[in-house]
Nanobody, 126 residues
């Protein structure tokens, strides 16, 4: 079992930056590819970014590429999402997720993730 706890959300203005973190406990963190998703009110959950177990491979949603950066620190059992140039349309609940995999490849598919955090709210005002 893995527990994931997100932190770092809040209310910011358009153009600001935020760094979300997701701390994992339980089984070996480096056995998991990690991902970030978000869900806005009335919308489906959306993939944002993912990172492989070792951190050497990443995937991004095209619309956040260049603004968002995913990273991980396996020594701290933590994955991060640096978000720059935030826009009002980035307002959502942000979730991290863990995919137990033998491959050093991340995935964009939500159904492949085994564990999810409780989410952290990000609100961007115009």
């Amino acid at each position: 079992q893995v527990q994931l706890v997100e932190a770092g959300g809040g209310l910011v203005q358009a153009g600001d930056s935020l760094r979300l973190s997701c701390a994992a406990s339980g089984r070996t963190f480096s056995s998991y590819a990690m991902g970030w998703f978000r869900q806005a009110p009335g919308k489906e959950r959306e993939f944002l970014a993912s990172i492989s177990r070792g951190g050497g491979n990443t995937y991004y949603l095209d619309s956040v590429k260049g603004r968002f950066t995913i990273s991980r620190d396996n020594a701290k059992n933590t994955v991060y999402l640096q978000m720059n140039s935030l826009k009002p349309e980035d307002t959502a609940v942000y979730y991290c997720a863990a995919d137990y995999t033998p491959l050093d490849l991340p995935t964009m598919r939500a159904y492949e993730y085994d564990y999810w955090g409780q989410g952290t709210q990000v609100t961007v005002s115009s």
